[in-house]
């Protein structure tokens, strides 16, 4: 009894503990109109950031490459508590489609992904 109650629960909590996992996005961007992006989109994207407790870790035009080739004139990470948070309370929420538009306009190019935090493997 007491094995299979251990089970239970740790069949509950692992799901849980992912979603409790950070999560960041990555971003290299071209911006071409510097007055769209900045007065538009970051003026709109912050406050939405800002309400799912995600951190704004990069946000530089200054990277230095070590390797290959960097696209963009732009790099962005941001910390998100976990991946439904980046996905559904920003990436899909109404309010950032909205404000995804001006981003699309004032930019040629850009890469977005969500990466998951590295988890280091049991020794």
């Known amino acids: 009894m007491k094995s299979l109650l251990l089970a239970a629960v740790s069949a509950l909590a692992l799901p849980m503990m992912a979603m409790a996992d950070p999560v960041y996005m990555i971003a290299q961007i ?58 559904d309370q920003w990436y899909n929420s109404d309010a950032y489609v909205e404000v995804r538009k001006s981003r699309l306009a004032a930019t040629s190019f850009g890469n977005m992904v969500i990466a998951p935090a590295f988890v280091p493997p049991r020794q």
């Open 30 to 87: 071209q911006i071409e109109d510097q007055e769209t992006f900045f007065n538009e989109y970051s003026a709109g994207v912050f406050p939405i950031l800002m309400e799912t407790g995600a951190k704004v870790l990069v946000a530089s035009p200054t990277v230095n490459t070590l390797e290959g080739e960097w696209a963009g004139n732009w790099t962005v990470v941001i910390e998100f508590p976990n991946e439904e948070v980046a996905l």
